[in-house]
């Protein structure tokens, strides 16, 4: 058994035992599986053990490894900060994007998709923490940019995602994730359809799984400690 093999397994029964705990559904969490500056070969692994989402948070390492895998029915997500000059690489190669924070993002990512792939399913960044050096919209913010990206062609607006100020205490953990879950309902409140909440990482998912994470994005308890960033 290779280390990716079991640290999978691991995973898989930890965010099941996390979520059966908070009384959520089978199926209601959804792994993601973070290989950022791992190689390829690492993500082979992974989709052996049966793993098939896997999150990128830098353009040109992405593109490599998913010409490197095409020959596997992958789902790739884009998890990193957006630069206006890679938004036409992204909208040409992922499934998933779930950093939007500006308009013109969306704008760019919709024009851009191609249309014979599917709508790119989008989530949009909130800064729920208020940390100057993390991006996302603030949660005032959040519901003028949502209408607006819910109306723009070859993009399906599914929901939220943070990364909050890390915490120690589960209890501390928990709040900026309700927060995060009483904007979505805010947003569906005011007749949007989303159905998503993209948080929790490998230190913190099991509070994000208390307070309605869909998505849970883990990468160092699978993969193990993290090489040296290719941008």
């Known amino acids: 058994m290779t280390a990716i093999l079991s640290n999978l397994q691991a995973t898989r029964v930890a965010v099941a035992q996390a979520a059966q705990a908070a009384q959520r559904g089978d199926g209601e969490v959804h792994l993601l599986a973070v290989s950022k500056t791992f190689p390829a070969q690492a993500v082979r692994e992974a989709y052996q053990a049966g ?38 690489v992204i909208a ?29 399913n989008i989530c949009l960044q909130v800064n729920v923490s ?37 915490a120690a205490d589960p209890a ?3 709040l900026p994730f309700a927060q995060m879950r009483a904007l979505l309902q805010q947003l569906n409140s005011r007749g949007l359809q989303l159905d998503t909440l993209s948080m929790g ?5 099991t509070a994000a799984i208390a307070e309605g994470a869909t998505i849970v994005r883990i990468g160092t308890a699978i993969f193990g400690v993290r090489a040296k960033a290719q941008v």
Do not use: C
């Open 130 to 166: 208020g940390e100057d050096s993390k991006s996302g919209v603030t949660p005032s913010e959040v519901e003028a940019l949502a209408v607006q990206a819910a109306q723009l062609p070859n993009l399906k607006l599914r929901g939220l995602m943070a990364i909050p100020a890390p």
């Open 92 to 120: 040409e190669n992922f499934s998933w994007v779930h950093g939007v924070d500006r308009l013109k993002i969306a704008e760019r990512l919709s024009a851009q998709r191609p249309v014979h792939l599917p709508p790119l």
């Open 51 to 88: 793993q098939r989402a896997f999150g990128e948070n830098y353009v040109q390492e992405a593109l490599d490894k998913i010409d490197a895998l095409r020959d596997l029915p992958l789902e790739w997500h884009f998890i990193g900060p957006i630069q206006s000059n890679k938004t036409r």
């Open 201 to 205: 990482m490998s230190h913190d998912y």
């Open 172 to 174: 501390v953990q928990r």
